[in-house]
């Protein structure tokens, strides 16, 4: 945060770039992300111009530290709010995203749709997990909005054709 924006190397974005990159060493060593949020701009812009007007890191480094503890509580409340990930879920994840992106892109209609969902897990899971299967990419279907699309790989091209036909 104190190298890339007083070095300039890039023609723009420097202060973005290097928000970026100081998350790096906290992502590999597993700890909370940090975000400036809730930064008062007037803060951060103080922390920068005193790196670059008088080479000092001090107040640039307590906005870095007030930052991430706020970061910190931000995550963890986010992380309680949406729980452990499904195991399920995460097994099948592929094959969710590969069976969705199938309906969608078949422009399937709601019938034709679970015809394929339970010939697809017929193929993909094997025993009791056949029926959650078709279950959770069934849930999945009916969440479905332009939203959340990306995740399956759907252009909203793609999702518009589809939807006009599902409801």
Not at 85 to 96: A, I, K, S, V
Not at 97 to 102: G, I
Request: proline share 5%; glycine share 4%.
């Amino acid at each position: 945060m104190v190298h890339l924006p007083y070095l300039q190397p890039f023609e723009d974005v420097n202060k973005r770039v290097s928000r970026l990159a100081a998350n790096i060493p906290l992502i590999r060593a597993n700890f909370c992300p940090l975000s400036f949020v809730d930064v008062p701009e007037q803060d951060y812009t103080h922390g920068i111009l005193g790196v670059y007007e008088l080479t000092r890191v001090e107040l640039l480094r307590d906005v870095f530290v007030w930052a991430y503890e706020r970061s910190c509580a931000r995550y963890s409340a986010v992380r309680q709010s949406l729980g452990e990930p499904d195991p399920f879920r995460l097994r099948y994840r592929q094959e969710l995203a590969d069976m969705v992106a199938a309906v969608v892109r078949g422009r399937l209609d709601k019938k034709s749709a679970g015809s394929l969902i339970q010939r697809l897990a017929f193929e993909k899971a094997k025993g009791s997990d056949r029926n959650r299967l078709i279950e959770v990419a069934e849930t999945e279907l009916m969440a479905l909005h332009e939203g959340n699309i990306a995740r399956y790989r759907l252009r909203p091209s793609e999702y518009q054709a589809w939807h006009a036909i599902w409801h």
